[in-house]
């Protein structure tokens, strides 16, 4: 009995003993497992004063807290939120406003001096805590001068970036609105101001392969871009464009202004020297001062608009037009608009009779750019295949069905540049007129005959009555002397 009570006893101590070790075995993994996922990761992120921030928190997972700290983890709760729905946001001064939650990830609006710092994101569950540090570093980007630009003046463009201290100090550059990337020294970029410069510039921050990007606007001012080359017809209108940016204020602008002249080269010219046009000055007067007239027009109400137009185009509209912006600092800058006129020729002309050969040629008097074609439109009863892409059309047996409107359109892709058209007249080979020419012919081809038959019959009466009348005596004698 004894004996039993001692083995029971052993038992129960050895199970005892098992359950402790067993219990210690996993307080030891639980330690383990919680000391290797304690380290998170660390990220700097680049952010301007008034711009918006979104950091990224962990995924979601079971029996997940979340909390966000800003300097420490003893410090300032930002926010925090769980797997139960439950979820708080921090909303006393500086934060007040600016943050919100996206899942688990912290999103911080209009970031101020204040806000710039270290925040920390603890999550945790019963068996692992990862703790993340975002630190914010502030970047400032500005223009000097910071007003609108004239051309050629020093411009400076800055992005200074604060390097806490154990940090890498970041590589910037400067992207142009062209997209050209520019070496940027401690973060200042400096050139003189043109009109391709006025656009968006952008601080591109590089810092362990990874890029941020801070965009400024620069305004410098110039003319509108416009394409090099215009066209019109004898059909279409003629428009010559030399404007500002809608975005320039006139008033801010028209006082730096000396004058704005217009000059012409034409085409076919000899002389290259380039004729004046018109000229415009605000300070002086509003009107416009005309020193050739080509018939052009102009916006009466300026405000930045210099641009020429007119109803239709003429043939003699081709050239090289120059529209010239002066300032009172002695600076220019200049829109150079060449204008082709499309036309089209027919050969041999315009009239002809049906069963000859036509040829139709639609170009401008230089040859068209690859990107450019052209598009015939036809009378609606013209019903032969010929193709309607190419600038040289030839018809070999030209019909009546020929006859009226033909057009040729340029194109660029889809969008007409312009329209050129010619009114074709086919007469058929035997026509009313033709009918009624040979008859009135034919006409006065019988009543010519007629005619001439009853003149030469008057004629022999005539002669046969004096005949009669001279020979009455049996044995005339003639006159004369006579010895006796």
Not at 48 to 76: C, H, K, M, N, R
Not at 133 to 154: C, F, G, H, Q, R
Not at 322 to 339: A, D, P, R, Y
Request: proline share 5%; net charge positive.
């Amino acid at each position: 009995m004894i004996v039993c009570e001692y083995i029971t006893k052993l038992k129960k101590e050895t199970t005892r003993n098992m359950t402790t070790m067993k219990s210690l075995i996993q307080t030891i993994l639980f330690v383990v497992t919680v000391l290797k996922t304690t380290t998170g990761s660390e990220e700097v992120i680049y952010v301007q004063v008034g711009q918006d921030v979104t950091l990224a928190g962990p995924a979601s997972a079971p029996e997940l807290y979340v909390y966000w700290y800003f300097e420490t983890t003893d410090g300032i709760v930002l926010a925090w939120v769980n797997h139960l729905g439950g979820r708080n946001i921090n909303s006393n001064d500086p934060w007040k406003d600016k943050l919100s939650l996206s899942g688990n990830s912290l999103v911080i609006k209009n970031i101020q001096e204040n806000n710039y710092g270290t925040i920390l994101c603890n999550a945790k569950n019963k068996v692992e805590k990862i703790t993340s540090t975002y630190k914010l570093i502030k970047v400032n980007v500005s223009v000097s001068p910071a007003m609108l630009l004239l051309p050629e003046v020093d411009v400076s463009l800055t992005c200074n970036v604060e390097t806490p201290q154990g940090q890498k100090t970041p590589t910037i550059q400067w992207k142009t609105p062209q997209g050209k990337m520019e070496t940027a020294i401690n973060g200042k970029f400096m050139k003189k101001a043109e009109s391709q410069d006025s656009g968006t510039w952008t601080c591109v921050v590089t810092i362990d392969q990874k890029e941020q990007s801070f965009p400024i606007v620069v305004k410098v001012v110039g003319l509108s871009p416009a394409p090099r080359r215009q066209y019109t017809s004898t059909s279409s209108s003629l428009n010559i464009p030399c404007s500002f940016p809608s975005d320039i204020p006139w008033e801010q602008i028209k006082q730096d202004i000396k004058d704005v002249q217009w000059h012409f080269i034409a085409k076919k010219s000899s002389s290259q020297n380039p004729q004046k046009l018109v000229s415009f000055s605000p300070g002086d007067s509003s009107s416009w001062k005309k020193d050739q007239d080509r018939e052009l027009k102009h916006t009466e109400n300026q405000k930045g608009d210099f641009s020429l137009f007119r109803n239709k185009g003429k043939a003699d509209d081709g050239g090289e037009y120059q529209c010239t912006v002066t300032f009172k600092n002695g600076k220019t800058v200049t829109s150079l608009i060449e204008v082709d006129v499309l036309q089209i020729i027919p050969s041999p002309g315009a009239v002809l009779v049906s069963g000859h050969q036509l040829n139709l040629t639609c170009n401008t008097s230089q040859q068209l750019p690859e990107d450019l074609k052209v598009r015939w439109m036809p009378p609606n009863q013209f019903s032969s295949n010929v193709d309607k892409g190419s600038s040289h059309l030839y018809i070999p047996n030209v019909g009546t069905k020929a006859s009226g409107m033909w057009r040729c359109e340029l194109l660029l892709g889809n969008k007409r540049l312009t329209i050129a058209d010619i009114t074709l007249k086919i007469e058929p080979i035997l026509s009313v007129w033709m009918l009624v020419i040979i008859c009135s012919a034919a006409v006065i081809l019988v009543l010519l005959c007629v005619l001439t038959f009853i003149l030469c019959r008057r004629r022999q009466r005539k002669t046969r009555h004096l005949r009669q009348r001279l020979c009455r005596c049996k044995n005339p004698k003639p006159k004369g002397f006579y010895r006796t």
